[in-house]
């Protein structure tokens, strides 16, 4: 994977990972390999001995590549480490302490300095094993085994009580190494993956909250005008049975207006004819997109635009931002608003976009096309530039918007014919009263509608029993 493709939080854990790895080979270069260059006298012996340190020493920190790896993985709860694995680096830990116990007990070390590579010795297995049991089993561990190495020490070398505090003072040292370099390194890794699990779950109950929310709309919409339309109809079967075919007439054809306008309802709320605000649009795209992690940016104002302006461009706003979330990999998106004396554009742009894309046209796209073309706006989508997809809309502010296409209210339903006059009388006056307010006064007056039929089905449910 390119480095351009993972996302931040990958690329933190790429970095801890070359960084826990290449601590091992420093510490190695550094104490290990210049202690003995520093400290074994000139024979055949010593150079044996030390080149076999030495190999050691690299199997430890060639092994030690895997072992992080795989106990960094175990932290983050992905896999687990063979205990094999860990058997096999251990065993070359006393490889290494046996060596060096050789070259004391051979007279081979000239001064002191062969401390470092003692303290070096554990560290390659240290660090991973750090991330594979608690802090205080380690500790509790790690203090064993450096009273077992310093008694060793005191019996092979016999050196003075300076030396030991030295060395005891050094094992203390690369363990609170280990501890602090893998396992903090390690505890931000998992923290920054646990938020990272946070926010797509936080978009997960977005979008179930907003199911919710439109399941009661419906609900809203639906519930009682179906139990008008059942008791009507039911009305009308009695009324036809008792041969009043007038009244049960007169039933039915209630029955299809209130049809009509609940089919009229479910339109505005399924398609989103309650007019949508573009500043709110606005923000709420830079709310969602920051917290999926995209830098979003909105540059320009448009004040005094028309209502059904600002409902056409937040329209695409908010499809543009469903765009950026559900395609590519976008690290960052720039909304323009420019407002000029005979039109408006919006520009929203975004990167990560796959290079066989195609420029992702949808159904979303036309249907963007199609609320445009109601204000004689168009549309324009694709990709730009290398990863880059840009969407335009531009909606002209003068009077040319009122010659364009589609400007009345028709939605292009076929349905929409079977409209009776009184409908064609409201829905005028609803586009009187502004978008805004259209579906809650709609919703009002339906209501009280409703109320009357009921009231009037009840009666002559009393008149069809006498």
Not at 17 to 31: A, E, G, S
Not at 294 to 311: E, F
């Given at each position: 994977m390119r480095w351009r493709d993972r996302s931040k939080v990958e690329r933190v854990e790429w970095?801890?990972?070359?960084?826990?790895?290449?601590?091992?080979?420093?510490?190695?270069?550094?104490?290990?390999?210049?202690?003995?260059?520093?400290?074994?006298?000139?024979?055949?012996?010593s150079y044996v001995l030390s080149i076999g340190l030495m190999v050691v020493n690299v199997a430890q920190c060639l092994l030690?590549?895997?072992?992080?790896?795989?106990?960094?993985?175990?932290?983050?709860?992905?896999?687990?480490?063979?205990?094999?694995?860990?058997?096999?680096?251990?065993?070359?830990v006393v490889v290494a302490l046996g060596l060096i116990a050789a070259l004391a007990a051979t007279g081979s070390i000239?001064?002191?300095?062969?401390?470092?590579?003692?303290?070096?010795?554990?560290?390659?297995?240290?660090?991973?094993?750090?991330?594979?049991?608690?802090?205080?089993?380690?500790?509790?561990?790690?203090?064993?085994?450096?009273?077992?190495?310093?008694a060793a020490a005191a019996v092979i070398v016999r050196p003075s009580g300076g030396w030991f505090a030295g060395v005891a003072l050094m094992l203390a040292v690369a363990?609170?190494?280990?501890?602090?370099?893998?396992?903090?390194?390690?505890?931000?890794?998992?923290?920054?993956?646990?938020?990272?699990?946070?926010?797509?779950?936080?978009?997960?109950?977005?979008?179930?909250?907003?199911?919710?929310?439109?399941?009661?709309?419906?609900?809203?919409?639906?519930?009682?005008?179906?139990?008008?339309?059942?008791?009507?109809?039911?009305?009308?079967?009695?009324?036809a049975r008792r041969g009043r075919t007038e009244d049960a007439v007169a039933q039915m054809t209630e029955v299809q207006r209130i049809a009509q306008e609940s089919q009229k309802e479910v339109r505005e709320v399924v398609r989103g004819y309650r007019a949508a605000d573009l500043g709110a649009e606005l923000a709420g795209a830079q709310g969602v997109l920051g917290?999926?992690?995209?830098?979003?940016?909105?540059?320009?104002?448009?004040?005094?635009?028309?209502?059904?302006?600002?409902?056409?461009?937040?329209?695409?706003?908010?499809?543009?931002t469903?765009?950026?979330?559900?395609?590519?990999?976008?690290?960052?998106?720039?909304?323009?608003?420019?407002?000029?004396?005979?039109d408006v554009v919006l520009t929203v742009e975004n990167d990560g976009v796959a290079a066989a894309g195609g420029g992702r046209a949808g159904t979303g796209l036309a249907g963007l096309r199609e609320r445009l073309a109601k204000v004689a706006g168009t549309l324009e989508a694709g990709v730009v530039d290398e990863g880059v997809f840009r969407v335009v809309a531009s909606v002209p502010v003068g009077r040319?918007?009122?010659?364009?296409?589609?400007?009345?209210?028709?939605?292009?339903?076929?349905?929409?014919t079977a409209d009776t006059g009184q409908d064609r009388a409201d829905a005028g006056q609803d586009r009187a009263d502004g978008a805004v307010g259209a579906a809650p006064s709609a919703r009002s007056g339906q209501a009280e509608r409703t109320g009357q039929a009921e009231r009037t089905g009840a009666a002559r449910r009393r008149d069809g029993g006498r």
């Open positions: 970095q801890s990972r070359f960084t826990l790895r290449v601590i091992t080979w420093v510490f190695f270069l550094t104490w290990s390999g210049l202690g003995l260059i520093g400290s074994v006298r000139h024979d055949r012996t030690a590549d895997r072992h992080t790896n795989l106990a960094l993985d175990q932290y983050l709860g992905r896999v687990r480490v063979p205990r094999a694995l860990t058997a096999t680096a251990g065993s070359l000239k001064h002191g300095l062969i401390a470092m590579p003692l303290t070096f010795a554990p560290m390659p297995f240290s660090g991973p094993y750090a991330l594979q049991v608690p802090p205080r089993t380690f500790l509790r561990r790690g203090a064993v085994c450096a009273v077992v190495v310093i363990a609170a190494l280990s501890l602090l370099c893998f396992r903090c390194s390690a505890w931000n890794l998992l923290v920054m993956w646990e938020s990272e699990h946070a926010r797509e779950v936080e978009a997960r109950l977005a979008v179930a909250e907003e199911r919710l929310r439109f399941g009661r709309d419906l609900h809203d919409v639906m519930g009682r005008n179906l139990s008008v339309v059942a008791l009507k109809s039911e009305l009308a079967v009695q009324l917290a999926a992690g995209i830098t979003c940016t909105v540059t320009g104002t448009a004040p005094g635009l028309p209502s059904d302006v600002q409902s056409a461009l937040g329209w695409v706003v908010r499809e543009a469903t765009n950026v979330l559900r395609h590519g990999d976008a690290k960052a998106c720039r909304v323009t608003l420019a407002a000029g004396p005979e040319d918007r009122t010659d364009g296409p589609g400007t009345g209210e028709d939605d292009g339903d076929p349905t929409d």
